[in-house]
C-alpha cells in the first residue's frame, strides 16, 4: 500500500469536477485552466489536461471553438454543454456528500489532536 | 558551435538547436505512439504540441534559440506519457489496457532489439569493429580489430571483408542510433541521458584539446572509458 498510489487515486477523482467547474465559469482557453490548476497543484504534469478535455469534449461535456489570437496561432476555447453542468451538479452533490462524510470520520481525530 | 535548425511547432516558428531538436522529436514520438490508438489522437498531439510551443516561448524570453536545456524543462513541466498515466481517470487506465493489449505494451518504446551500425564515436579507422562489438556485446572492441587484423595478415580476405563491411553498414548518427547499436530500448528518459553524457564528453575533448594539443590519441581514450561504463556494469550483473 504506497501512499502515493492513494494520493494519486484522489486525486484523479477530483481533477474532473475542477476542470469542468473551471470551465462552466466561463470559456476558457486550456493554458489558463493549467494556471488557475497550477496554485492549487493538483496537476503536476500539464500533459495530464490535454487527453483528459479531449474525452470530456468527446462524452458531449464540453464543446469548443477556434478563437484568433492577437500573439500567435488561433486558439481553443472550451465551454461546458448542458450536460456538461449537469454532470457538474452531480459530481458536486456527490463531492459535498464526501466531504461530510469525511469530517463525521475524522471528526474524533481531529479533536484528540 | 551547434547547427540550428527552423522549424513550425504548433504555429510558431522557432529556431532551434541541432541536439535540442533531436531531443524534441523523440519526445514528440513517444506521445504520438502513445495516443496513437485513442479516439481523439489527433486533437490531443496537437494540442500538446501547440502547448510545447507556448511554453517555448515563456522560457525562451526573448532569447532567439531554444536549446536544449530549454527542451527538457519544458518536457518537465508537460510530463511524459508514462506519467499522465498515473495522473488520468480510470477510464484511462482501461483505454491504456486496450493499448497495451493491441500493440503488446510497446507504444512507448519505439524500437527494441539490437541494431547493427557503425561507431564513430570509437573509430580506429571506419568505426566497423567497434559496431561489431557493440552488436555482440563484446567489451572491448580491441579483441574483434585484432582478429580483422590477423585476417589481414592470412590473406587478403580480411581487408576485403572490412571494406564490404565499411561499405554496408550504416553510420550510427543520432543518438536513437547509438542507443539501438548498443542494444538499450530508446525512450524518452534514456535518450536525454545519452545527449547529455555526449555534451559532457565533448566539454571534456575540448578540455583536453586545449590544454595538450600534441597528443591527439589521449582524447578517444577518455571517451571509451565514459560510453562503455554503463555496459561494463549490465555484464557484471
Known sequence: ?113 | MNKVLNINLGGYPFTIDDDGFEHLENYLDTIHSHFKKSDGYEEITSDIEARMAELFQEQLNGRSIVTIRIVETCIGIMGTPEEFGAEGLEEEDTFYEKTQAHSSGKQTNYQTGKKLFRDPDDSTVGGVCSGIAAYFGIEDPLWVRLLFVLGFFSGTIGLWAYIILWAIIPEAKSAGDRLAMKGETINVSNIGKIIEDEIDVFADKLDEIGSELGSKKKAPKKRRMVEEAPLRRGFLL
Open chain 1, 1 to 113: 500500500m504506497k501512499l502515493e498510489n492513494t494520493m494519486a487515486q484522489m486525486r484523479k477523482g477530483v481533477l474532473e469536477l475542477c476542470i469542468i467547474s473551471i470551465i462552466a465559469e466561463g470559456e476558457i482557453y486550456p493554458s489558463e485552466i493549467i494556471k488557475k490548476l497550477r496554485s492549487s497543484e493538483l496537476i503536476v504534469k500539464e500533459g495530464t489536461l490535454y487527453p483528459l478535455l479531449t474525452r470530456l469534449k468527446n462524452a458531449g461535456l464540453l464543446d469548443y471553438t477556434w478563437k484568433e489570437s492577437t500573439q500567435g496561432p488561433p486558439r481553443k476555447y472550451y465551454q461546458a454543454t448542458s450536460q456538461g453542468r449537469s454532470f457538474l451538479q452531480g459530481l458536486m452533490s456527490t463531492w459535498e456528500q464526501l466531504q461530510h462524510a469525511v469530517n463525521q470520520s475524522t471528526k474524533n481525530l481531529t479533536n484528540n489532536e
